[in-house]
């Protein structure tokens, strides 16, 4: 029974590593799909510059085959914007005048002018990257019973088997 309970915890922290690996990774994932420029209208000028330097309520273009760097409402254009990444909806969404679009969303065809409703540090996509990241570090109610438990009843275990295994022979042999 030790060696089966050790065996347990051994692979329930394979287990867990392997999950927490994969959470990292499809966040990563998620985190490339947001584009670190915006080309940010000023005047009769395009000009790019990190996302991280875009004010709320700049214009932003963005063109056909191009993510759409930060959160924000449609200003102009007509566009099919393929938001997967941030809603799960697997069929691209038309886009006009008015309409939210995400950032990290693809535009499919004609260009759209966005305007900046939210930072990037407040954007969907970093809500989301948020959320997931509090998941992983915080632990249910069970898996801290769970742990608890272990403390308490994995020595006594190991040391019961321990003992299992070297009394009886030197028992029988007193006998």
Known sequence: EGALVAWLFALSHLLESYTANKARNSLHNLMEKVP????????????????????????????????????????????????AAITGESVPVAKKA?????????????????????????????KIVQMVEE?????????????KFAAVYTPIV???????AVLPPLLLDLA
């Open 36 to 83: 670190l420029q915006a080309l940010v209208m000023r005047g009769s000028q395009n000009v790019p510059l990190p996302v991280d330097e875009v004010k709320l309520g700049d214009k932003v273009l963005v063109q056909a085959g191009e993510k759409i760097p930060l959160d924000g409402v449609v200003k102009e254009g007509l566009s099919q914007v393929d938001q």
């Open 98 to 126: 008015g309409d939210q679009v995400f950032g990290g969303s693809l535009n499919e065809m004609g260009a759209l002018v966005v305007e900046v409703s939210r930072l990037a540090n407040e954007s969907m996509m970093a």
């Open 135 to 147: 998941a992983q570090n915080r632990q249910s109610k069970t898996q801290t019973f769970i742990e």
């Open 158 to 164: 190991m040391v019961l088997a321990a003992l299992v």
